[in-house]
């Protein structure tokens, strides 16, 4: 098989079709691009998760009469439940936060929002004991056995206030994989149009190659390498939108929420690992719809 006429077939169905060619490739482009999207997400969420997952604690609130007359934990009830903690074998570290403390920590963090401070009182914040576990993603091994201990009024658990900041990150990953599976169906159909019309307008040349002896395989390869030539591009445009999304969204809009440590960063290696797989679908998707189309539709 002449490699020269393979190639040079493939260049004038590329040309004779080309706002055909043009928008497939765009579609493939904007499929591929939103399922890339996807799994920068995906990474993202992940890297998210760890970076909570190290800093992620339990209180354990105090009642009142502890918040208000040991400001130390020196007392026996206090100190009690200290070691307790320190000698559960589920704990990594144990750190107290007095009334006085937790107020501070409560005006640091609403700082935007003045009027909130202002009504807040010190006596309305509890002391607590901050714990950190060995296993962050169990804590109810504390709920269950220091609930109702003396000098106990509460635990907070810092994962529940975490699950609907998850859940949205989620419901935006699989938004943009459903996007991406309609695109996906958008593309496969203009794959299949592409290789049909491009056959239908060579086939007196198709017909008398094949009347001197050439196979079918020999016939159909230029269509089939068409399709995967427009996946290609589609696929390496694909990655630079990629990489312009990273610059101009995730660089510029979120890089201060990633500066401070609100959500986790996106590298350039992300990228680097997401575009194999979207390169091997294009190719796989090209590939497999022009073959199948060549056997069901086409008759060359």
Same mark, same amino acid.
């Given at each position: 098989?002449?490699?020269?006429?393979?190639?040079?077939?493939?260049?004038t169905?590329?040309?004779? =079709?080309?706002t055909m060619t043009?928008?497939?490739?765009? *579609?493939?482009?904007?499929s591929l691009?939103?399922?890339? &999207? &996807?799994?920068?997400?995906v990474?993202m969420?992940? @890297?998210?998760q760890?970076?909570?997952?190290?800093?992620? #604690?339990?209180?354990?609130?105090?009642?009142?009469?502890?918040?208000?007359?040991d400001k130390?934990?020196?007392?026996?009830?206090?100190t009690?439940?200290?070691?307790?903690?320190?000698?559960d074998?589920? /704990?990594?570290s144990v750190?107290?936060?007095?009334r006085?403390?937790?107020?501070?920590?409560?005006k640091?963090?609403?700082r935007a #929002?003045?009027?909130?401070v202002?009504l807040?009182?010190?006596e309305?914040l509890?002391?607590?004991?901050?714990v950190?576990l @060995?296993q962050?993603?169990r804590p109810?091994?504390i %709920?269950?056995?220091?609930?109702n201990?003396p !000098? /106990?009024k !509460?635990i *907070?658990? #810092?994962?529940?206030?975490?699950?609907?900041?998850?859940?949205?990150? =989620?419901?935006v990953? =699989?938004?943009?994989?459903f996007?991406?599976?309609?695109?996906?169906?958008a593309?496969?159909?203009?794959?299949?149009?592409t /290789?049909q019309?491009? %056959?239908?307008?060579?086939?007196?040349?198709? !017909?008398i190659m094949?009347l001197?002896?050439?196979?079918? $395989?020999?016939? #159909?390869?230029?269509?089939l390498?068409?399709?995967?030539v427009?996946?290609?591009?589609?696929?390496?445009v694909?990655?630079g939108?990629l990489v312009?999304?990273?610059? $101009?969204?995730?660089d510029?809009?979120?890089?201060?929420?990633?500066?401070?440590?609100v959500?986790g960063?996106?590298?350039a290696l992300?990228?680097v690992?997401v575009?194999p797989w979207l390169?091997?679908t294009a190719?796989?998707i090209?590939a497999?719809?022009?073959?199948?189309t060549?056997?069901?539709?086409?008759? *060359?």
């Amino acid at each position: 098989m002449r490699a020269s006429f393979v190639l040079s077939e493939v260049l004038t169905g590329l040309r004779r =079709n080309v706002t055909m060619t043009v928008a497939m490739i765009l *579609t493939t482009a904007v499929s591929l691009a939103t399922l890339g &999207g &996807g799994l920068l997400f995906v990474r993202m969420i992940d @890297k998210t998760q760890d970076l909570y997952l190290d800093v992620l #604690q339990v209180s354990v609130n105090l009642v009142d009469d502890v918040s208000a007359n040991d400001k130390d934990c020196a007392q026996e009830l206090c100190t009690d439940l200290r070691s307790s903690l320190e000698s559960d074998p589920a /704990v990594e570290s144990v750190t107290f936060e007095n009334r006085d403390a937790a107020f501070e920590r409560f005006k640091r963090v609403f700082r935007a #929002q003045p009027e909130l401070v202002k009504l807040t009182r010190p006596e309305s914040l509890p002391a607590s004991f901050h714990v950190k576990l @060995k296993q962050p993603d169990r804590p109810e091994v504390i %709920a269950q056995v220091y609930t109702n201990k003396p !000098g /106990v009024k !509460g635990i *907070t658990d #810092q994962n529940k206030f975490l699950e609907e900041f998850f859940s949205l990150l =989620n419901q935006v990953r =699989n938004l943009a994989f459903f996007i991406a599976l309609v695109m996906a169906v958008a593309a496969l159909l203009l794959i299949s149009n592409t /290789v049909q019309v491009s %056959a239908y307008t060579r086939r007196t040349e198709v !017909g008398i190659m094949r009347l001197v002896g050439a196979t079918r $395989w020999y016939t #159909q390869l230029p269509f089939l390498l068409e399709a995967v030539v427009t996946g290609l591009v589609g696929a390496l445009v694909a990655v630079g939108l990629l990489v312009g999304f990273k610059v $101009w969204f995730l660089d510029s809009v979120l890089g201060d929420l990633v500066s401070r440590g609100v959500i986790g960063s996106v590298e350039a290696l992300d990228i680097v690992f997401v575009a194999p797989w979207l390169l091997l679908t294009a190719v796989g998707i090209s590939a497999i719809t022009g073959y199948v189309t060549l056997r069901l539709y086409v008759r *060359t």
